[in-house]
């Protein structure tokens, strides 16, 4: 099986935060106007699409995008069943397969990449602590946020960083089924930054059914 690519991709009509800035490409130079290349100037918050985000984020003194380590975003990940949940608690997950440093949550939860959710399932606190208690380093969801739409306390964003769970955002699962797989999903290097945009790619793990 080959590689699966669960990034949302970048194009303008991309469902952003309202009221953040939207994803816009623009060609200041183009060969279709006589220029002799074609060059364009992007624009988007780092908070649209599939994204990691850096602990500046919601922490004031947080590291910036810089000190997101890479090669923890690649290396065996499981991808967990969690359609029809509101609350993901504890039970959602089978504690007691293998358990990679990395756990991606399939919610269906985000259908419409044009169109911004109006909520969405989360998890609870005390799935969060289990999995840090299993040595989670990664969580992975297909949401656009962790925490409830209209929650500015971020609780959930608090208690992953708390817990050396690296947060990404804004996948798309709805072409993998849940089980075993090696993931690459590289953060830009953007220092100072308070996300960086992923590209992410997922493919069977050898050996898994």
């Given at each position: 099986m080959g590689w699966i690519d669960v990034t949302r991709p970048l194009r303008e009509d991309l469902a952003g935060w309202p009221g953040d800035t939207p994803v816009r490409l623009e060609q200041r130079w183009s060969r279709g106007r006589g220029d002799s290349v074609t060059v364009g100037r992007w624009q988007q918050s780092l908070h649209t699409g599939t994204h990691c985000d850096a602990p500046i984020h919601f922490l004031t003194d947080g590291a910036g995008a810089e000190g997101l380590d890479p090669t923890l975003l690649c290396g065996p990940a499981l991808v967990v069943e969690a359609r029809g949940r509101e609350l993901i608690e504890p039970e959602a997950i089978d504690w007691g397969q293998p358990l990679p440093s990395r756990v991606l949550l399939r919610t269906d939860g985000w259908p419409d990449s044009r169109r911004f959710p109006d909520r969405?399932?989360?998890?609870?606190?005390?799935?969060?602590?289990?999995?840090?208690?299993?040595?989670?380093?990664?969580?992975?969801?297909?949401?656009?946020?962790?925490?409830?739409?209209?929650?500015p306390r971020l609780a959930n964003h608090h208690a992953l960083h708390g817990a050396g769970i690296v947060i990404l955002e804004g996948l798309d699962l709805t072409q993998v089924t849940p089980g075993h797989y090696d993931m690459l999903?590289?953060?830009?290097?953007?220092?100072?930054?308070d996300g960086a945009p992923v590209r992410a790619l997922l493919r069977k793990a050898t050996g898994a059914g």
């Open positions: 969405i399932p989360v998890l609870s606190l005390e799935t969060i602590q289990r999995l840090a208690e299993l040595g989670v380093r990664v969580l992975g969801v297909d949401l656009p946020s962790v925490d409830p739409l209209d929650c999903a590289l953060p830009l290097l953007m220092p100072g930054a």
